[in-house]
């Protein structure tokens, strides 16, 4: 069998999404996830799914090993060491890189109860300044960080319901009281429900977007008068120095995506 001449790196619902996307184009493809987690979300796909973390030195190697011809990385945007990796590895190949960007809805949310951050050590500092009770809803990936930094603090924590989040969650001392394993996205009013059945004081929250439920995340906390700490995406601002071709292209939402697909299948 041909290898696929594209090859995508994202365990995300917009991965899946665009896999779906040339599933119906008829264009041959692989995906890279991280986890078998990552693997689960992209049941139903066609394209070969490789599961496992590669640096940028084994994504070289199996890129071309493959015979790859364009990357696509529509990897999380809060996945910067992974996107750094997927553009070295491009530079090194030659290879042209197209980066999703998934649409953000930062801009559009403006109120007093809004705290917008850069980072984590921010995140904490303001938390830990508004209440006891401190929800995350960033995912588990620094958790431990949280922790650390909220001593003294009841930290509660939304994270995924997968055997290897769950051992994180209580490696960090968390007790079955502060860990909540559910998989979202979750509506609005689901989100109101369960910020006053865990009786959150304060929420962190990513700018996820749409697909991760930001403004469902964000309006509860408004309507219910809690403080919500937004830590803002990273600056992805590769200047593609080094890789030829087409270089580094970025597809601003779907429909942008769709029209690179177009031009692909021609």
């Known amino acids: 069998m041909k290898p696929p001449l594209i090859h995508i790196f994202g365990g995300t619902s917009d991965a899946r999404q665009i896999c779906v996307m040339m599933d119906t184009a008829g264009i041959d493809y692989g995906l890279s996830v991280a986890t078998p987690t990552g693997a689960q979300q992209a049941i139903g796909i066609r394209g070969e799914i490789v599961i496992g973390r590669m640096e940028s030195e084994g994504m070289v190697e199996y890129l071309q090993k493959r015979g790859t011809r364009v990357v696509i990385d529509a990897s999380h945007p809060y996945a910067e060491q992974l996107s750094h990796n997927i553009v070295n590895a491009c530079q090194t190949l030659g290879l042209p890189l197209i980066r999703y960007i998934r649409p953000s809805d930062i801009d559009a949310v403006k109120h007093p109860l809004i705290y917008k951050v850069a980072n984590v050590e921010q995140a904490c500092e303001v938390a830990a300044s508004l209440g006891s009770r401190i929800l995350l ?11 650390s930094r909220l001593k003294g603090k009841t930290v509660l924590a939304r994270v995924l319901p997968t055997a290897e989040v769950l051992a994180m969650c209580e490696s960090c001392g968390l007790s079955v009281d502060q860990i909540f394993a559910l998989k979202g996205p979750f509506s609005a009013d689901f989100n109101r429900a369960f910020y006053q059945f865990c009786q959150a004081e304060v929420v962190i929250t ?42 580094i292209k970025q597809a601003h939402g779907m429909e942008e995506m769709a029209q690179f697909l177009a031009d692909f299948s021609r």
């Open 137 to 147: 809803t960033t995912g588990s990936k620094q958790l431990a960080d949280y922790v």
């Open 206 to 247: 990513k700018e996820s977007g749409e697909q991760g439920g930001f403004k469902e995340k964000v309006e509860p906390c408004l309507s219910l008068g809690l403080p919500c700490i937004v830590i803002c995406r990273p600056d992805h601002s590769f200047s593609g120095d080094g890789v030829t071709g087409e270089g």
